[in-house]
Nanobody, 122 residues
Framework: QEQLVESGGGLVQAGGSLRLSCAAS????????MGWFRQAPGKEREFVAA????????YYGDPVKGRFSISRDNAKNTVFLQMNSLKPEDTAVYYC???????????????WGQGIQVTVSS
């Protein structure tokens, strides 16, 4: 079982940057594709980014393309989400998740972190 813990969230000004980390405690981290999702107040959970097991293939949701970057370090059992040019509409709880393939649907992910708050002030 993979246990995922997000870190690096907090409050940042619009236009700023933030880097989220997701640390996995399981021994099979490198088997999984990893994804980031977010859920803002009053909105459904939406896809942010995903990366395959090796890190060679990435996908991004339209709202974050060109601004966010997902990466992973399998030796450290960690996946990252670099968020640049942040906007107030990026404010949400961000969730790290693991799947057998880098899917865009939340229902395809097997393991989930507890989520971490990201707040972007105007």
């Amino acid at each position: 079982q993979e246990q995922l813990v997000e870190s690096g969230g907090g409050l940042v000004q619009a236009g700023g940057s933030l880097r989220l980390s997701c640390a996995a405690s399981g021994r099979t981290f490198s088997w999984y594709a990893m994804g980031w999702f977010r859920q803002a107040p009053g909105k459904e959970r939406e896809f942010v980014a995903a990366i395959n097991w090796s890190g060679g293939t990435t996908y991004y949701g339209d709202p974050v393309k060109g601004r966010f970057s997902i990466s992973r370090d399998n030796a450290k059992n960690t996946v990252f989400l670099q968020m640049n040019s942040l906007k107030p509409e990026d404010t949400a709880v961000y969730y790290c998740a693991a799947a057998m393939a880098p899917m865009r649907r939340a229902s395809d992910y097997r393991y989930w972190g507890q989520g971490i708050q990201v707040t972007v002030s105007s």
